[in-house]
């Protein structure tokens, strides 16, 4: 069955050809059709392979899922006040189900020299440079979804700084999925590239409005030059049946320093890889994690920091909560290569099971090729810790508000590394409604 | 306030508690003094009801009411509080929202309007104001990372915060320099009125220099062996618990 839809995406991908809908450069082209090769090749990956095993991709590898041609801008299934519940950046690149909307976005206030906005109306723009930056560290090879993507993407936010130039506020790359979507798939690429000594913020939103069948399959490449200051939250937010697969490919140069959250609140399913190369001397990355799930929600969380220069520090820290039969997958893999003396890196994966059926599965992977390096990693899988439900029962909380007490905190410690106000307390008002049992909804695996 | 009886209590089917007997007046301090192992924590734990302490005989009566009967947060909310010895780090939560929602737990038992987070911090202004302390630990989370000395002053904050009518302070001055423990007595102190009563849980006798108590109770095996006035305490710390081990010399 699965090998009948890989033949129904190659045959996609011969129909796009021919069609040249898109009209890339010769060099795209090349990319493309290395990527489906590729694709056709491995297919989805299955539960046998140690990289995907904890998580059963069958839901998405046996139905043949249509890429998605958007909508006419005039004809938007979103509105305006739709588009812009929750938070929002002033600023910010809008896609709706997966077509550019220039409605819904605004790029103004973006300093001189910057670059911001929908990546195909750029690709062919030689001042942007992709051709050194679009798929250059996102690996076809590494990943079938991420090969998937780089065949079929067309649209996606691209952010380009050049050296020195700082941006102030934070550039919101807004994905939204419309409510009538079924059966349909989304391959966003974004591509964000910083100079030496630029800064910039950036919000990536992945939002779905309805409760379709869809898929998401993103892949973002983001190059932060020497010296380079940047932050990234990310927010999964999708629909309750909806499939998110993701790949985020970050390369740091020397000096840099890097700023990661992700929070995953949505979908049905979602597979996010968090791939670091600290490629320069003294590079600092800091990523945080956050998975909260429900009824039969899957979260896998897949991260790989790698120390390729010596003097470079790692902070880790993933969180996830599990309610109902949710099962939450993180693996944390730290890559010291040789010469990479004086790393610094730590990890921590705490995992709070809030019922018997919850699942969860960490696993830390150090492969340490270098002698004078300080790792540290630690995981943690229970429930609520019966103490600290003492401790808060006996100050007068009843037991469901200390649980929720107990939880919400396990989650704000990481919802607090945002740095934007605006966005953090979206957030905490997000958990905080997830968190009331009242606001959830029975939800079976309708896709 | 508080009419001890007979209280026996086990942990995972060991005896502890062998037969308590107290009673507590509001208004009074009652010091409890033992050797290690005696069974004073155990005491505080099964007055503010841990589930692992299963109680085996005996009645505990709290202004009226069977404590027994009740869940641990009924109990705060008829007025208990728990000064813990190892007081328990919640990561995530700020000791001011902790504070905020075991207020207002407290306001909704007393039939009062709970408080928004701004009136509450009026509040908290007050009572950090009668005991002298500043806010400096009021936007960490809840004991995380906290001193020995801190966790032990920030127990004391909450009984500041939530005014129980019978605060159980285990074993306050454990780990504490002289410096702290003055600071945690004189809190202790600045709190007493005339309807509150305290239980004041503690191995040596300098916390007594401090606070001074009405009552001593001296804990032993899981009997109160002896009780007597503070002088009582004094003898304790020249002859040592030795003294009392054993009955004939005590009598």
């Known amino acids: 069955m699965a090998t009948e839809i890989v033949e129904h995406y190659l045959s996609d991908f011969t129909d796009q050809i021919s069609s040249d809908r898109t009209g890339f450069p010769e060099w795209v082209e090349g990319i493309r059709r290395r990527a489906i090769d590729r694709f056709v090749e491995v297919g989805f990956p299955s539960s046998r392979d140690e990289k995907w095993r904890f998580t059963n991709f069958s839901r998405i590898a046996e139905k043949h899922f249509v890429v998605s041609n958007g909508h006419d801008s005039r004809s938007s299934p979103v509105s305006a006040e739709d588009a812009m519940v929750g938070w929002r950046s002033p600023t910010k690149i809008v896609f709706v189900d997966g077509r550019y909307s220039p409605d819904l976005s605004s790029l103004r206030g973006l300093p001189q020299g910057a670059v911001a906005g929908n990546l195909a109306a750029m690709i062919g723009d030689d001042s942007t440079n992709l051709e050194n930056h679009l798929a250059r560290i996102a690996d076809s090879s590494d990943n079938p979804f991420t090969a998937l993507n780089t065949a079929f993407f067309s649209e996606g936010a691209l952010l380009s700084v050049p050296d020195g130039v700082k941006v102030n506020g934070p550039i919101q790359f807004l994905y939204l999925t419309s409510s009538e979507t079924n059966d349909a798939v989304n391959h966003p690429r974004n591509v964000v590239v910083l100079g030496e000594g630029a800064e910039a913020t950036v919000v990536e939103s992945y939002i779905g409005l309805g409760s379709g069948c869809s898929w998401t399959n993103a892949v973002t490449e983001i190059y932060a030059g020497d010296a380079a200051h940047i932050r990234v939250h990310r927010v999964q937010l999708e629909g309750k049946n909806a499939f998110h697969t993701a790949t985020t490919q970050c390369s740091q140069g020397r000096d840099s320093s890097f700023f990661y959250t992700t929070v995953e609140f949505g979908g049905s399913l979602s597979r996010h890889d968090i791939n670091f190369q600290l490629n320069g001397t003294g590079a600092f990355c800091s990523l945080h994690g956050l998975s909260h799930l429900r009824d039969t929600q899957h979260a896998d969380n897949q991260t790989t920091v790698e120390h390729a220069q010596p003097h470079c520090t790692s902070v880790e820290h993933f969180n996830g909560i599990y309610d109902d039969s949710s099962h939450g997958v993180f693996t944390g893999r730290v890559l010291v290569r040789p010469g990479a003396q004086k790393t610094d890196a730590i990890q921590s994966s705490r995992n709070l099971l809030l019922t018997d059926t919850a699942r969860a599965d960490t696993q830390p992977q150090l492969e340490i090729f270098a002698d004078d390096v300080k790792c540290t990693h630690g995981a943690t899988v229970g429930p609520i810790d019966d103490e600290a439900l003492f401790y808060l029962r006996s100050k007068g909380l009843t037991a469901d508000e200390a649980r929720t007490m107990l939880t919400y905190g396990f989650a704000v410690e990481i919802i607090d590394t945002v740095g934007i106000a605006g966005l953090r307390e979206h957030l905490d008002s997000v958990l905080t409604s997830r968190l009331e049992k009242e606001t959830r909804d029975a939800r079976g695996e309708k896709c | ?251």
């Open chain 2, 1 to 251: 306030m508080l009419e001890i009886r007979n209280l026996h209590a086990a942990i995972d089917g060991k005896e502890i508690l062998k037969g308590i007997d107290l009673t507590v007046e509001a208004g009074e301090i009652h010091a409890i003094m033992g050797p290690n192992g005696s069974g004073k924590s155990t005491l505080s734990q099964v007055l503010a009801g841990h589930p692992s302490y299963e109680v085996t005989d005996g009645s505990v009566m709290f202004r009226g009411q069977d404590l027994l009967q009740l869940e641990p947060e009924e109990r705060a909310c008829k007025g208990l509080f728990l000064a813990f010895q190892y007081p328990v780090e919640i990561r995530g939560i700020t000791n001011a929202y902790f504070l905020r929602h075991a207020l207002n737990a407290r306001r909704k038992c007393e039939g009062l309007e709970e408080l928004d987070p701004i009136d509450f911090l009026d509040v908290l202004d007050e009572k950090l104001a009668t005991i002298d302390w500043d806010d400096s630990f009021v936007n960490r989370p809840v004991n995380e990372g906290f001193s020995g000395g801190e966790k032990k002053r920030n127990e004391i904050l909450q009984l500041a915060v939530l005014t129980p009518k019978l605060a159980v302070l285990d074993e306050p001055d454990s780990g504490l320099d002289i410096d702290a423990l003055k600071t945690v007595a004189e809190g202790v102190n600045k709190l007493r009125r005339p309807d509150n009563a305290t239980l004041l849980i503690t191995h040596y006798q300098r916390l007594l220099n401090y606070i001074i108590p009405d009552r001593v109770h001296v804990l032993v095996n899981g009997r109160v062996v002896t009780s007597g006035g503070k002088e009582l305490a004094h003898e304790l710390e020249s002859k040592g618990y030795d003294w009392v081990k054993d009955p004939v010399a005590v009598n």
